[in-house]
């Protein structure tokens, strides 16, 4: 028998314990970030992605933080380094970005990088890149309906916010004078660039312990192993042709106006090619994707479909190209708004490249989640302490039914892998008051298995607020698959004044849209409601266990209407039975005239 | 020194990501393009040209990129 000669020339053993040193390391970083930030974007949503490269520079490794950071960041740490250029470099620097068109996610959202030296030369670079709650602009917290790059807030291009270990007060002071919080954005940096130094401090010890030679090829064969067992996954699926379109409902300036997302995915032998040709152009509003977003889109949707027994670094990204056409609505051209496209068109796309899976590998996917971050920005001046305040809530929705189990309820769509903000901190912060936060009856898509829940929010305001918003799946809903059905819409209501009932934006204030606006003002004892959208159904709904149509009944997810016309399931209320012989009856009918109609 | 900004910097001939730097450059059909690296330049060769030849021409002649 042939002994299998490895293509690797570190031991399996030690790539495995660097890999996870290195990941561990990364996860170390996270947590060093949560606890020393002062934002609840940070320490609450942990908003933020902790990575590290190589020498070249390369990604080799990464901790499970948010999707649509870590596929960006794989573009934002090569450019930034070769901009400001290695030779440039020196121990105790640090560079920080927040460009969205270098390969960045959106505006908000802040990269710093530092090389490790190690005698005297760079062996790797450190990194994070973080959601900054407020980046000025005309909008507090940032979401809203802009028109361009300026009204977002302040862009810096790569420029070094530390030089030989000590502070560069000159970026320090243009941040913190050009946001609402410089309290929160001075604590926030530090805390990213802490845990920098952190990882820098990890990163020697592993090269002390294994030697620098070790170090270099293990991380290239920790890369080169991923590689590998992606293109096996990639190998095993047939070549071709699929495509798919997605869309977006509006970008809160025209009218209106829907947007494509077009999606061709190309398989061809071991690597895959995602071309968005024929998308739209790029909006006047805030949601176009920046090249980064749609990367990080593209590679989220592959790696949960592919990804289970793969490590995420340059490696496994090697096997796929992405074609976004420059001034689309999936790669903006200065200077176009975007800081929306990160939060509502990320899983749009995502659920955009679903469906074109869904023709190679159906029982993979899952049907359209909420597809929204449900980003509501609140700003104004608090009344205990008369500083200005910004804070970007965040929420959960349904995410859509799979195979063999039911969507989620109410988590982050899969772009964010966020939290939300607590009802104790979001009261003890900011001057709110949460009256109702429930799972929204009635809101997840029929199916053999379901759709995840979606929540119901009322937020009652304490003192004079400027709220802004950008939310998706009011026009449109989360569709099902293989004959799943859609799931609710989305909702975003208010009650002012001595008024009892709740009107949209456009209603209320001649918005153009009922999900995204700008710089409302609602005073003290007004009322905001969210209904977020559920997850669309997997499967037909007659084919649903009846016990568990029994069971979300009794649970008051669903009402009796919808467990005898969404599901065709007959229950007796007061004993909490099904009906078996009727059950059986009744989806005979429907199945009749659903053949006949 | 002249500062190049974003809206004077070029975007690779095939992914269409912004090239702040280092970018190199190809000849393909008589014209230079520039790519951010060899497997975009590989991938522009063998899909995005044949798949959008008239396309991608037309857009040069107005002096757009596709």
């Not at chain 1, 890999?19 to 320490?43: D, Q, W």
């Amino acid at each position: 028998m042939q002994e299998k000669v490895s293509q690797f020339k570190t031991d399996p053993i030690t790539i495995e314990v660097i890999k996870n040193f290195l990941v561990t390391t990364c996860r170390e970083m996270g947590i060093a970030m949560m606890h020393a930030s002062y934002s609840p974007m940070f320490n609450e949503a942990l908003d933020f992605s902790c990575v590290i490269f190589d020498s070249k520079p390369e990604m080799i490794a990464q901790a499970e933080f948010c999707p649509a950071q870590i596929g960006a960041i794989r573009h934002t740490v090569k450019w930034c380094i070769k901009e400001v250029n290695p030779q440039n470099l020196n121990d105790g620097d640090v560079v920080l970005t927040n460009d969205p068109y270098r390969g960045g996610c959106h505006l908000p959202e802040f990269l710093v990088v530092k090389p490790c030296f190690y005698n005297g030369e760079i062996i790797a670079y450190t990194a994070n890149i973080a959601h900054m709650t407020d980046v000025g602009g005309m909008a507090p917290a940032c979401f809203g309906t802009q028109q361009n790059i300026f009204q977002e807030g302040l862009r810096l291009p790569p420029v070094k916010i530390y030089i030989n270990d000590k502070e560069n007060e000159d970026i320090f002071k243009t941040v913190c004078s050009n946001v609402r919080t410089p309290k929160n954005s001075y604590g926030d940096l530090k805390a990213m660039i802490g845990s920098l130094y952190l990882a820098e401090q990890r990163i020697k010890e592993l090269v002390e312990k294994y030697g620098i030679d070790v170090f270099q090829q293990a991380t290239e064969d920790i890369k080169n192993v991923s590689e590998r067992k992606m293109r096996e996954e990639i190998s095993k699926m047939p070549d071709g042709e699929w495509e798919s379109d997605g869309f977006l409902e509006d970008d809160g300036v025209v009218p209106d106006k829907m947007y494509k997302i077009k999606v061709r995915i190309i398989l061809r032998g071991d690597e895959i090619i995602v071309d968005y040709t024929g998308s739209s152009r790029q909006a006047l509003g805030p949601p176009n994707q920046t090249f980064g977003v749609t990367a990080s889109a593209t590679y989220n949707a592959i790696f949960h479909l592919l990804g289970t027994e793969i490590d995420f670094n340059e490696g496994c990204y090697r096997p796929i190209t992405i074609i976004a056409p420059p001034g689309s609505f999936v790669n903006v051209n200065y200077p176009g708004a975007c800081v929306g496209g990160n939060s509502d068109t990320h899983p749009t796309t995502v659920n955009t490249l679903m469906y074109a899976f869904s023709k190679i590998l159906p029982e993979r996917i899952s049907a359209m989640d909420g597809g929204t971050c449900g980003c509501i920005a609140i700003g104004g001046v608090h009344p205990d302490t008369e500083e200005p305040f910004a804070h970007l809530h965040l929420d959960g929705v349904g995410w859509g039914g799979r195979v063999d189990h039911d969507g989620n309820d109410s988590v982050f769509v899969k772009n964010g892998n966020c939290g939300n903000t607590p009802v104790e901190v979001y009261e003890s912060r900011y001057p709110v008051l949460i009256e109702e936060y429930m799972l929204q009856e009635g809101s997840a898509g029929a199916g053999k298995y379901r759709g995840g829940y979606g929540t119901r929010r009322k937020v009652k305001f304490l003192a004079d607020t400027i709220v802004s918003a950008h939310t998706n799946y009011h026009v449109l809903k989360p569709q099902g698959v293989f004959w799943g059905k859609a799931a609710s819409n989305a909702q975003l209501k208010f009650r002012c004044g001595d008024s009892t009932e709740f009107r949209t934006s456009k209603e209320q204030f001649n918005a153009i849209s009922l999900g995204k606006f700008i710089n409302l003002t609602l005073h003290s004892g007004d009322e905001l409601v969210w209904i977020s959208p559920g997850g669309g159904g997997y499967g037909d709904s007659l084919e649903r266990d009846p016990t568990l149509v029994l069971k979300d009944f009794i649970e008051e997810r669903i009402t009796l209407r919808e467990v005898r016309e969404d599901y065709g399931v007959v229950i007796d209320p007061e004993k909490r039975a099904v009906n078996m012989e009727k059950t059986t009856e009744l989806r005979r009918r429907m199945r009749d005239a659903h053949q006949r109609g | 020194m002249r500062i190049k900004e974003v809206n004077e910097m070029p975007k690779c001939a095939c992914c269409g990501i912004l090239i702040p730097c280092n970018g190199f450059k190809k000849k393909h059909h008589g014209r230079e393009l520039i790519f951010c690296e060899e497997n975009c330049y590989r991938v522009y060769k063998t899909y995005k040209f044949p798949t959008y030849k008239e396309q991608i021409l037309e857009a040069e002649r107005k002096r757009l990129i596709f």
